[in-house]
């Protein structure tokens, strides 16, 4: 199908699914959209394609700044704000021929699990339970996932903090890809906690989701956290330099065999497993004790960054400011704040100020940092390729091998989509045990691929479909990551 054919089919399904109200603000002018699927046709009849996403319409979630569209983040303090620059990303698929197919809704400012958190209202999973039963589309770059499973674009950009993408993936059914730490620059990217951010790409296949990355990786001046040309270099190095087999050594970490795994989900780990064993790989136990440590200090460090990164939004300098006067207290920006920020993000701006109040940053901040080491020093200890960017590298040790392993595998949240209603009767801080299997990823800045595994047992689409499986590597080793989850696909899709 053409390029032109596949945008025309995305415009007709950004209107057939609008009540899933995956977007904030789709295209303005839809024939110049067309116009310019249209001229990458040709570019491609000429063997003249900028990329091999040259012409693909990709959406933006609406915490990356764009020109052309108002930048909310879901919220109403940045109701109408739009930015007077682009993104680096956006700049960057743009140069690779790209077309911005809109921006997509999410949980505001990016803190939640199932995209509930938007002013413009919450976003609706296309799948359902057996009782006809809305399910959570995952969060925050829920809007991205659904407009990528329901063929609204052929690719997104999202932003994982502590699973924003790869949960929303699992959930709706596609992939999800965060990719190290550093890789893919941050500039024009709305900060929520600025060490985990991390923008990501959600997609239909493994394939769809490198050629993305590829386009917007690289190094970027103007973001302070970008990794360095040397540092890139330093990382082919070591990768290019190891030696495996074509066998791959696949840890299995059995903290992430939690009492809250899922009988389905269960089953879709095994199966993967399995199938990893007939390709030739070898299974293998591996340990990360401080992964049951890791999601308390996610949830200390991340509202600790987003607390400091929120206090610039007064209506002064950024914002939508409120007529109401601003008396409480005696601040002045009182009664804007409290309007403009909804609970979950009053919630968390209250937490990390908290945590970083003289009487507790001893007792949270600090020992939240600790507990973050020992889990990036867990990763490096099970596997077999040496942190590239660590002087005086750990020895890796798995449970029964000393040689360490390739990757890991375990799944990507420990149930099917929970109900609406489920996620509307469960107390805040419940909704965040969703995210206990990504967020040491997430703390150790590892490259994480979650796929979906299809079920052939009766009746579990009516469970939530397939399950999302997760796949880790080591810092810097996106390109092995991507390069399994390529393998998984053509197991789906029967290749």
Not at 322 to 332: N, Q, S, T
Not at 459 to 484: F, H, K, N
Request: proline share 6%.
């Amino acid at each position: 199908m053409s390029l032109l054919r596949q945008a025309e089919a995305c415009l007709k399904n950004q209107q057939t699914y609008k009540a899933l109200n995956a977007f904030i603000a789709r295209p303005r002018d839809a024939d110049a959209l067309l116009q310019a699927a249209r001229a990458a046709d040709v570019r491609h009849e000429r063997k003249a394609g900028l990329s091999p996403i040259d012409g693909n319409l990709i959406a933006i979630k609406d915490n990356i700044c764009t020109v052309d569209s108002t930048t909310t983040c879901a919220s109403r303090i940045l109701n109408d704000y739009t930015s007077p620059f682009p993104a680096t990303v956006v700049e960057r698929l743009r140069d690779a021929g790209a077309i911005a197919a809109g921006k997509t809704n999410l949980d505001e400012f990016g803190m939640g699990s199932h995209s509930q958190y938007s002013y413009f209202g919450s976003v609706k999973n296309l799948k359902q339970l057996a009782e006809s039963a809305e399910v959570s589309p995952g969060g925050s770059s829920g809007g991205s996932a659904v407009a990528v499973a329901t063929g609204q674009c052929q690719s997104a950009i999202g932003t994982d903090t502590g699973g924003s993408v790869r949960l929303p993936a699992a959930y709706t059914g596609i992939v999800g890809y965060k990719p190290s730490y550093g890789l893919v620059s941050r500039w024009g990217v709305v900060a929520y906690a600025n060490s985990l951010d991390t923008v990501g790409v959600l997609a239909g296949d493994s394939t769809s989701a490198k050629a993305v990355f590829d386009a917007i990786s690289g190094y970027d001046e103007k973001d302070p956290t970008s990794l360095s040309g040397a540092s890139r270099s330093r990382i082919a190095d070591a990768v290019r330099k190891r030696t495996r087999n074509a066998s791959l050594r696949i840890g299995v970490p059995h903290q992430y065999n939690i009492s809250e795994l899922s009988s389905p989900v269960r089953q879709a780990w095994l199966l993967t497993l399995d199938f990893l064993k007939a390709q030739g790989h070898t299974i293998h136990p591996v340990s990360l004790p401080t992964t049951r440590h890791a999601l308390s200090a996610y949830y200390v460090l991340a509202p600790a960054e987003a607390s400091s990164n929120l206090a610039k939004y007064d209506g002064i300098r950024y914002g939508t400011r409120e007529d109401d006067p601003d008396i409480a207290g005696g601040v002045l920006y009182a009664a804007t704040r409290g309007k403009g920020f909804g609970d979950e993000v009053k919630r968390r701006i209250l937490l990390g100020a908290y945590s970083l109040s003289a009487e507790a940053m001893e007792n949270y901040f600090i020992q939240a940092q600790k507990v973050r080491r020992l889990v990036q020093e867990d990763f490096d200890q099970v596997f077999a390729l040496p942190h590239p960017l660590k002087a005086a590298p750990s020895t890796p040790q798995s449970d029964d091998d000393p040689h360490g392993v390739d990757i890991l595998v375990c799944p990507t949240a420990p149930t099917a989509p929970p109900s609406l209603e489920t996620v509307r009767d469960q107390a805040p801080t419940d909704a965040y045990m969703n995210d206990v299997l990504t967020v040491p990823a997430s703390l150790a800045g590892l490259p994480a691929l979650s796929v979906p595994v299809p079920l052939e047992e009766e009746g579990t689409e009516r469970a939530g479909g397939p399950v999302g499986m997760q796949i880790i590597g080591q810092y810097g080793d996106d390109a092995l990551v991507l390069e399994v989850g390529r393998m998984m696909d053509r197991w789906r899709f029967g290749g």
